[in-house]
């Protein structure tokens, strides 16, 4: 086992709804690796019954009803992490599609907000003739990277790729939506992923939120971890869940119009496992 | 057992692809039932070779490569059918939300071509005040039926609900995705489905199609037959795949740009087993 | 929502291992309800890299290398129960095995330690003239219950429901094993059930482990708790896991001989959600 | 695409039951490849309903009832094989547990006819000094095939790998059944496999069924193929479906006792593809 550090994430929110209101969350830390998840809490003011269940995509939801009235869910948890910075292989070579796993070639498709079909002229005109593999990948992101400029408010639920495409504006789910589309008119299976996002090692704008948004891209025989907000090689990513798009991992669905009071997030390294 | 009648149902696709070009077909009867499926067969010109998986949603699927040059592929089915009449009843409740089963809320969401979030002031506008429940199902499907025009050729594959509830024209799909859209808005889980639709005991215009897309709603505890192109209680329904939209249970997807020479759909009843 | 109680649950091992030792851990309570999981912490001394998965029957495993030498594993619990006593309705039907699930068959079958086929001339001399249904269950139980002497150390992990049925003698795991091997027998489908199972408004004899092995019966159109080793309505069940037999749930299972030099389990009702 | 050949194969069962009863069949070839399924056909006399379903390890199954009286259920399929001898690779490394995926595990368990716990210390006798991976799996299943002797009726549906390893005798299931039980003491993960084995560029004795079992264990980073019964790489191997042991792959599960009056099983090389 290499050496370990420790993170607190976790999340808060309140609500004032008019009625009960159904609710899912998705904040939970994936368990498959390579986070270990030490220990959690929920704390739902007033307590509530909620229930667990794992999605079409093995995310692991967590189900209750808000109560009418005001309350705040809260989770809180820590995990070890590797300290170990994500790997990199400029020389991987793309998988031809004839090659791929039948279970990859779901994120070959079009989604919501993913639209390589929209943008597949745009996708080879920048990238079709350059050398297939993780450079051409690389260079997806540097190019969504420099197009794209960060700000919270610019894009709303309905935001897809080719609208961010358009107006060069947008946050870290829109960037990454951005990038999938380009890999997936390219016939490079890209998925979406959402965690937390520490920023161990590196000094980032205090601006910048703890929940994050990436992908992760097929590549020879797995899949690889690109962020084409940040664009650099980082510790510490605590994936929440994948899918096809932001609607498959979304911190919270609601079913009903409560009212978001206030919200919270938090991802920091803790000195001990305490 | 009640009585069985049967249908000869399949499709035959001719390509000329400039290089070998691998495909996903899904045009096989889903084996849940109500339809046996008795007999089937493949044939590509020239011969290649195959293999079937399940997708995410339990789709099956045939994946394969076309070969360079012109190919056909060939598929042919006996199925045996209920002679029975799909069920209604009109005075099935909507479940809440709270109440659905955790699977359903799939169902719930956004997809490529079906649009809640765009569409859910029209929805509430339209069908809001109506009392829930089976009822108010109908009367999307009512509304579906009236408000589009039936034309091939008025939609293309980046078509959304949205785009056709403006132009108010569009092939069985589109009626789908249109209806599907109302029913997630008013947070009722919807789901496309594909397959052949025979013509059993309805006489119907020549010129239509044997594939066909309709909808299953969840109302009480289960999943229920709407068609809002028809809006027709049916016969003899052969159901090959559910999923978000028609990207999830598409016909035929192509990586690579093979050209459809020819194409050919058959769906017709046949007097004995054999 | 009812009235909630609250839980504290878990266990601590305390190893010595020659080589490290691979294990797999299945303690975490089931999330799918009805007990919410509020908040929990594992603790290996020394720290190890951990991680989660599902099992082929859905249940939460966490896999882990007991480190050479001594070492703990430690989980520990807060659940939140309804304070309500399980249901029973006498007066349910068995379910034809025609009309029964696809995925209830499964649990018609023999597996390692469940014998119908061994016990099926048994079952039906004990239990084939009796009316079908919850009752005939329930006499299952009873028997189970008092055809057996409880005793620790009376089995070992090669003890069939056969072997016990012979025997006499058992714990709450062959009692198990032995009930459900009646019910498959008649094909009845019964499944194992591992979990917690704490003293809420009962009295128990101080001996009895804080975890229990009972078992689900499918009954008209859902699954049955009934528990041949106390023979009572409960409340408070936090349910670990479901599978064919003992095997499919078992507390640990390690790859190796790590001697297991102490072993501590708890499920105790706390006050207050703290 | 390598050079196909086509195999006809399939069965015919004449039951007489007192009364309606509910069956499942596992006679389908896996369509996950590399046998590419052309062609197939059910033919039940009387005709009945049937449905299909996909078990916990991915099996096809297809459930109907077998009506009161004479009847006949008869599968008959067209497959192209590859013409290759399966792979064979005497270098490849055992996988240390803890790198094994998570999903192997499973087939690290005992279950009804695999006792890799009451055969562990005969495992560790006659295999445990060899040197680790395909080597000592060729081992087990060198010693297995020439421990046991080939014999119709020498075994029952009670018969454990504990009962042939004493016996000495058994067919296919049962020499798959004793190796799998020593590889899985080894904790080496392997499964059982239930399929067609057509008697391709071999010469066989004329007695030999058309349906036979075998293994695949894990070594490496895939599963392999190996014949206890055959001991001898062939070609054209159909797999139906895979488990822990022949329970979850069996032929024919019936709930009841109809008569099997006859029963015809064929898995033949056929000139062309028609």
């Not at 992490?81 to 796993?101: C, H, I």
């Not at 960037?175 to 890209?190: D, K, M, T």
């Not at 601006?207 to 690109?226: H, I, K, N, P, S």
């Not at 609601?254 to 978001?260: E, H, K, Q």
Request: proline residues 7%; charged residues 20%; glycine residues 8%.
């Amino acid at each position: 086992m290499g050496s370990l550090r420790h993170l607190r994430v976790g999340c808060e929110f309140g609500y004032d709804s008019a009625i009960e209101t159904p609710a899912v969350f998705q904040v939970q830390p994936y368990e498959g690796g390579p986070a270990t998840l030490m220990r959690h809490a929920w704390e739902t003011t007033p307590q509530v019954e909620r229930h667990g269940y794992t999605d079409l995509y093995g995310n692991g939801c967590q189900r209750l009803n808000l109560p009418a009235g005001a309350s705040t869910v809260r989770y809180d948890a820590l995990v070890a992490v590797p300290d170990a910075t994500e790997e990199v292989d400029l020389d991987v070579a793309e998988t031809a599609v004839t090659d791929l796993p039948d279970d990859a070639l779901h994120y070959t498709l079009p989604s919501r907000y993913v639209l390589p079909d929209v943008l597949a002229d745009e996708a080879w005109r920048l990238f079709g003739a350059q050398q297939p593999g993780y450079r051409r990948v690389q260079a997806i992101v540097e190019h969504v990277n420099g197009h794209l400029e960060f700000g919270y408010g610019t894009s709303t639920p309905l935001t897809t790729a080719a609208d961010v495409h358009e107006s060069r504006q947008g946050v870290c789910r829109d960037y990454a939506h951005l990038a999938i589309s380009f890999c997936r008119a390219l016939n490079i299976p890209a998925r979406y992923v959402f965690g937390y996002l520490p920023d161990m090692d590196v000094v980032l704008p205090p601006a910048e939120m703890d929940f994050a948004a990436w992908m992760e891209v097929y590549l020879g025989d797995r899949w690889w971890t690109f962020d084409p907000r940040n664009n650099q090689p980082r510790k510490g990513r605590v994936v929440i869940g994948r899918g096809r798009d932001a609607l498959d991992v979304a911190m919270v669905t609601t079913y009903g119009a409560p009212v978001l009071k206030a919200m919270t997030v938090w991802s920091d390294e803790v000195a001990g496992a305490g």
